[in-house]
């Protein structure tokens, strides 16, 4: 698989400030899995990861996408606002955030201007002063943990998962809200051994307010074929109700709430 993530990003980036716009990938409106309450829910384009059951693999180079426009994005979030209700509000997932975090503090300035909650799905795979800027304004933090094995880590997505840590603890600093996700991956990141390792790493961390298991599912194969791209994930099937369980029951020794998607 090419890499076109990573390559070009800075370019992206400082463009994309130029033209006060996000690059877009698609966007759910009423969106209730991706936060609380209602949402509108932007996915951007662009990702340093290549996980190997990524379900949007169409997200992962920088070259796809529409550039839209702050200004755009926000009178979308006005109209649907009557329907955030107290708890809703507008998400950014993608692709990775991060990737363009300048601009989504000036898109997050402007929805606060607007009384609008403001939540950021990310990989954490960038921690820098401009990621940093952003958390100051972003109400509620998704933190997907891939593995919290870092060998693990690199088998599944073929990078890190140190700064995704520095990540979570620098947002553990701030004392603001997080939400950990974690995907469970039969033979990938079901291992008992590591599902108490990450239960003990975070088990003092106040910031978190739940965590998610999200099971693992095949919907995106057809994504991977129209690419030319080898699943290499064809023969694991979602993981059985016993195993998220067993899962579960784990988690919830260190967290205080654990939901299952």
């Known amino acids: 698989m090419k890499n076109t993530s990573i390559t070009g990003s800075g370019n992206l980036i400082a463009n994309l400030q130029k033209a ?3 690059r877009v990938h698609s966007i759910e409106t009423f969106g209730t899995h991706d936060g609380p309450g209602i949402r509108l829910v932007i996915f951007v384009q662009g990702c340093q990861f290549h996980c190997l059951y990524c379900a949007n693999p169409d997200t992962i180079s920088i070259d796809g996408g529409t550039l839209m426009s702050l200004d755009q994005i926000v009178a979308k979030a006005k ?3 009557p329907f955030f209700g107290k708890n809703g509000g507008v998400t950014i997932s993608g692709g990775e955030p991060l990737l363009q975090r300048a601009m989504l503090k000036e898109l997050f300035n402007k929805l606060h201007k607007e009384g609008i909650h403001t939540t950021l799905d990310t990989n954490g ?10 958390l100051e304004t972003t109400d509620l933090v998704m933190l997907d943990i891939k ?12 990078l890190s998962n140190v700064n995704t840590l520095k990540f979570a603890e620098y947002r553990e600093s701030t004392g603001k809200p997080m939400w950990l996700r974690y995907v469970l991956v039969p033979g990938y990141s079901d291992q008992e051994e590591y599902l108490h390792q990450l239960g003990d790493h975070f088990k003092n961390y106040k910031s978190i307010e739940k965590i998610e298991i999200l099971p693992y599912h095949k919907l995106g194969v057809h994504k991977w074929e129209a690419l030319g791209w080898k699943y290499e994930l064809e023969y ?4 059985e109700i016993t195993s998220l369980k067993k899962a579960s029951d784990i988690l919830q020794q260190y967290f205080r709430r654990v939901e299952v998607g």
């Open 79 to 81: 109209k649907q606002k």
């Open 147 to 158: 593995h919290i094995n870092n060998d693990w880590h690199h088998k599944i997505t073929r």
């Open 236 to 239: 694991v099937e979602s993981p």
């Open 125 to 134: 795979k960038v921690i820098d002063k401009q990621t940093k800027d952003l």
């Open 20 to 22: 006060e716009a996000l």
